[in-house]
């Protein structure tokens, strides 16, 4: 028998930051190949600025405080991808720019980067364009690919991830290699699904491709999110909750930005008092015995 | 003079105090207190829950004191004057009453109480209350409802500060950390509650 005699940490699995980040980026392939499909070169110009101006700010901010340049990897040019795939597909190419920049700078390095982010840098852009430049990031004309197959090829879509909930299928990979939970997705799914149902609210309506994207590759960012199993189920129950609020009064596009942040405020919270207490146990324990 | 009873929507009162107009996201009132007691969850507790009784109270002391003196002899250009003597005095009672008769809340008071009379947000619910002609009812409510809102406010960003200090980041640690935390939050809360009408 041979022995491998070395020091800690003792890592069999064969599991890194850059193998998540760049698995989690060849997931997205597929529905970025098909918004430069639908919406034509826009798309693709618009998926290149943002991932090229994500690891330029990555790089220019790292060089500036004397840190080791990390754009290799991965976690920019996710963050970049992801930014561009909640964009309409007809924006002025500063607007990418703008939001990628105050993505990286404001939600990620200012916070102390990969694995410190509080609020979901993706969803800071958007949010942050959504409220300086209301008019630029709505789409009036969608192409329309008839109602026969509404969940397959999304008909009205107006992001460049709402082509198709279909395109998504990497994130199943994604779950079976547990690089994303399951426990978020899954209470997400089913609370959005049985309110929709409680409600009467249009499935269609909801379950888009920007929800798929919100559900699977925003909603479960590792750093924002709680890190205790309960927490997880409440986070992505609370997610759901305040998309069906925010769909009475506004857009569900919006809704599902917004509520991910909301949510992103109270992981803090979640996190104290969702901790498992084992010493407590202990303690009642003793005192039977 | 607008009515003892409730003439407005209460529901929609305590929504629009703790989330839709919230006192320190929305308005911007009380932020220095904001600042200055969200770096642990156990001051940020006893502060806000200090908010939320003084609001309480100064609304149903102010109420009477605005409708049936200042408004009949027109001296309403002496609101805010009167209202800042009134919170001072009444918040003082307050701390002599609780030091004779509850020391254990005193205690776990401390410094906040006497820190309140100068709180903006006090100020500004009051003030509110008295140019949207709120009723009687509507008015304490409001002001409840917006001790509460600051009250989660304050919460959630010393959730947020506690595991910034956890995490031992320096690139923007005290108080510039902290006006991005609630740059971030007030976004946030505007952009999700700023679509909720009623």
Redesign the interface.
């Known amino acids: 028998m041979k022995l491998i005699i070395s020091a800690p940490p003792h890592i069999k699995e064969d599991v890194s930051i850059e193998k998540i980040m760049w698995s989690m980026v060849i997931a997205l392939l597929p529905v970025t190949l098909m918004a430069v499909y639908v919406f034509g070169l826009s798309a693709l110009y618009i998926v290149l600025v943002s991932v090229l101006t994500a690891v330029l700010t990555e790089a220019i901010l790292q060089k500036m405080?004397d840190k080791r340049i990390t754009i290799q990897d991965g976690n920019a040019v996710l963050i970049g991808l992801l930014l561009a795939l909640l964009f309409p597909p007809n924006i002025p190419l500063w607007i990418p720019i703008v939001g990628v920049m105050i993505a990286m700078v404001?939600?990620k390095?200012?916070?102390?980067g990969l694995g410190?982010t509080?609020?979901n840098p993706p969803l800071?852009g958007v949010?942050?364009l959504?409220?300086s430049w209301p008019s630029l990031m709505t789409f009036a004309s969608a192409p329309r690919f008839g109602a026969s197959l509404p969940y397959i090829l999304e008909y009205g879509a107006t992001r460049l991830a709402d082509v198709s909930p279909l395109a998504m299928i990497g994130a199943l990979y994604l779950l079976y290699k547990r690089y994303i939970d399951w426990r978020i997705p899954l209470s997400f799914i089913v609370i959005v699904a049985l309110s929709a149902l409680l409600l009467r609210i249009d499935l269609s309506s909801i379950f888009t491709g920007v929800l798929i994207l919100g559900i699977f590759f925003l909603a479960t960012d590792h750093s924002t999110t709680p890190v205790t199993k309960i927490g997880r189920f409440i986070f992505g129950a609370g997610c759901g909750i305040?998309i069906i609020?925010?769909g009475q009064?506004?857009t569900y596009f919006?809704g599902i930005c917004?509520?991910i942040?909301?949510m992103n405020?109270?992981t803090?919270?979640i996190?104290?008092y969702t901790a498992p207490n084992p010493s407590r146990r202990y303690v009642s324990w003793l005192k039977k015995s | 003079m607008p009515a003892l009873l409730p003439t407005e929507n209460l529901l929609e009162l305590l929504i629009a105090g703790i989330f839709t107009k919230n006192f320190l996201l929305v308005m911007f009132l009380g932020l220095c207190s904001f600042l200055g007691l969200t770096k642990d969850?156990s001051s940020s507790i006893g502060m806000s829950m200090a908010v939320t009784f003084v609001m309480g109270m100064a609304s149903i002391i102010t109420w009477p004191i605005f409708h049936f003196i200042l408004v009949p002899f027109g001296l309403e250009f002496l609101q805010t004057i009167c209202f800042i003597l009134l919170i001072a005095s009444f918040v003082q009672l307050v701390e002599f009453i609780i030091r004779k008769h509850q020391p254990a809340l005193y205690r776990s008071l401390g410094i906040y109480l006497p820190l309140i009379t100068t709180n903006c947000a006090v100020l500004g619910v009051v003030l509110l209350n008295a140019q949207q002609n709120y009723s009687y009812v509507g008015s304490v409510v409001y002001g409840i409802s917006g001790g509460l809102g600051f009250g989660l406010v304050m919460?959630?960003a010393s959730?947020?500060r506690?595991?910034?200090l956890q995490?031992g980041?320096d690139?923007?640690g005290g108080f510039t950390?902290a006006f991005?935390?609630a740059a971030?939050?007030s976004?946030?809360?505007?952009?999700?509650f700023g679509?909720?009408?009623f």
């Open positions: 405080s404001f939600a390095h200012a916070f102390g410190h509080i609020f800071v949010a942050f959504m409220i305040l609020i925010y009064f506004g919006e917004y509520s942040l909301l405020c109270f803090a919270l996190d104290k | 969850m919460l959630l959730g947020i506690e595991k910034l995490r980041v690139m923007f950390g991005l935390v971030l939050l976004l946030i809360f505007v952009n999700y679509v909720i009408q």
